[in-house]
């Protein structure tokens, strides 16, 4: 079931086989932004447990839960565009669907960036006192230094899951797999600016993770390249003229 209205934010959630945490972080979600014209729109990416079935029963309980489906698992990334995609909100709250980001954070982040001028496009959580293993934390400050000495990019953690963007400004930006990770150095690459707000992180309470740190590793050489490919292939006009 779907609100009559149109939401000012849509808080677009990928999922793959979490079940038993995609129902209760559904809930906290409405909690959080209850009174709010919002919908939330989960997309399950094939999941091979029951994170389907147990999200499709919650909709007649949550009147502004939509609940999209992937038939074939295509990663994060293209499940966040395809929420996106069907998103009717002019701003885009993303969560990572294993609970670790505390909803009761997300509407200030959406709220931060309705009040910021036009040329801010996103606004990204940093978090603090991360809930992880001592090598998934190293190999993250690792990451963050090579990908910000590279890019120039502003953020230091851009693994974090919690965003509020522009619809608009996202559907501008190359997609390629994993860009998830790579929003803020695509943003200023558009012309935009980014800013950021400290938020919470908690333990992962089922399933297990997705990634490896080999398997990021393996990945983000590529990705990254390919990025610093793309900002140096960027040209901006400027202020553009109607006449």
Known sequence: MQS?????ISIVVPVHDEAGAAGPLAREIADAFAGRPHEIIFVDDASRDSTLAELRALTGELPTLRVLAHTSNAGQSRAVRTGVLAARGAIIVTL???????PADAPRLADALLAAPPTVALVGGVRQKRQDSEAKLWASRWANRIRKRLLGDDADDTGCGLKAFRREVFLRLPYFDHIHRYLPALVIREGYENRYLPVGHRHRETGRSKYTNWGRLRASVSDLLGVVWLKSRSRRPGPVSEY
């Not at 009559?4 to 000012?8: E, I």
């Open 96 to 102: 990572d669907g294993d609970g670790q980001n505390p």
């Open 4 to 8: 009559s209205g149109t939401p000012d």
